[in-house]
């Protein structure tokens, strides 16, 4: 069983920054890849960010490519979501989430994906 659990989350004024963290513990995390995504409020869950096991590879979501990164350490079992430039349509509720299953080519994906963190907010005032 993976458990994850997020940090970072808060209000910031347009134009700023904020940086996520995901704390992994369970499975062996440096063989799975992770993902960010984020729900607003009568929105449906939608993707952010992901990265493959290997660390190698990301992947963004074209509304925030050149703002958001993506990053993993795996000997602290943390993946992070580094968030400049933020804009109001940002706000929402980011989760944390882990592949089904260790050393896939492929970036997770929200209908796939059994691991989930309990979210963390981000409020983004104009």
């Known amino acids: 069983q993976v458990q994850l659990v997020e940090s970072g989350g808060g209000l910031v004024q347009s134009g700023g920054s904020l940086r996520l963290s995901c704390a992994a513990s369970?499975?062996?995390?440096?063989?799975?890849?992770m993902g960010w995504f984020r729900q607003a409020p009568g929105k449906e869950r939608e993707f952010v960010a992901a990265i493959l096991w290997t660390g190698r590879h990301t992947y963004y979501a074209d509304s925030v490519k050149g703002r958001f990164t993506i990053s993993r350490d795996n000997a602290m079992t943390t993946v992070v979501l580094q968030m400049n430039s933020l804009k109001p349509e940002d706000t929402g509720v980011y989760y944390c989430?882990?592949?089904?299953?260790?050393?896939?080519?492929?970036?997770?994906?929200?209908?796939?994906?059994?691991?989930w963190g309990q979210g963390t907010q981000v409020t983004v005032s104009s």
């Open positions: 989430a882990a592949d089904e299953a260790p050393y896939r080519p492929v970036p997770v994906a929200a209908s796939s994906s059994p691991y």
């Open positions: 369970g499975r062996v995390f440096s063989y799975y890849g």
